[in-house]
């Protein structure tokens, strides 16, 4: 696989959602999209006293060749919030799901599944990915439902991993697809896809 595809951020379009590059000038409606959302134990939502830094800190870590950072498109256009490829290591052929912020509106919604669906699908059929992965903090056991949704097998807690803004400790759950289990997890997604909840 290309390096370049490793420090390229693509546009992914499904029926549900666009991903697309994040770009500064989203700044109005990604802080309109987070509005409402509060620190979820160890995600810090971006509000306008941090917003800038936090666009430094995708940039760089962009530059460096370690996220691939997106503004995700409600069916309508609308900006809902964003994602990112993260942890990303070509030389091991892995890359990581995270860093997700959701409108409100958006939450529990076809749009959530299809971002998975195209983050993956651009994973291991574009990047070569061996293995993906996904995380969530071991307190917050809707996220973990969501992913264990998608059939994917939990791999380990990390005691102790993570530390909040507010000095608080997490555990984190650590998810992993192999690319041999992609075709039975891609056959999954597209059936939740069209047989929503």
């Not at 000095?167 to 069209?194: C, K, Q």
């Amino acid at each position: 696989m290309s390096a370049d595809a490793w420090r390229t951020v693509p546009t992914l379009v499904g029926r549900h959602v666009t991903l697309r590059p994040l770009d500064r000038a989203d700044r109005a409606d990604l802080l309109s999209a987070f509005s409402g959302l509060t620190q979820v134990f160890a995600t810090a939502v971006p509000g306008p006293a941090t917003i800038d830094s936090w666009f430094d800190t995708l940039e760089a870590q962009r530059d460096a060749g370690r996220v691939l950072p997106f503004t995700l498109l409600d069916a309508d256009g609308q900006v809902a919030g964003t994602t990112r490829l993260l942890r990303m290591s070509p030389g091991h052929h892995r890359a990581e799901i995270g860093g997700t912020l959701y409108a409100r509106r958006v939450q529990r919604t076809a749009l959530s599944t299809e971002m998975k669906r195209l983050l993956l699908g651009h994973s291991f059929d574009r990047l070569g990915c061996q293995c993906a992965q996904l995380r969530a903090n071991w307190r917050n056991p809707t996220s973990r439902l969501v992913i264990e949704r998608l059939g994917v097998r939990k791999d380990a807690v990390l005691r102790w991993h993570s530390v909040s803004g507010n000095g608080e400790v997490h555990d984190t759950v650590v998810y992993s697809i192999p690319a041999e289990d992609w075709p039975e997890i891609r056959r999954n997604l597209d059936y939740l896809l069209e047989h929503p909840l």
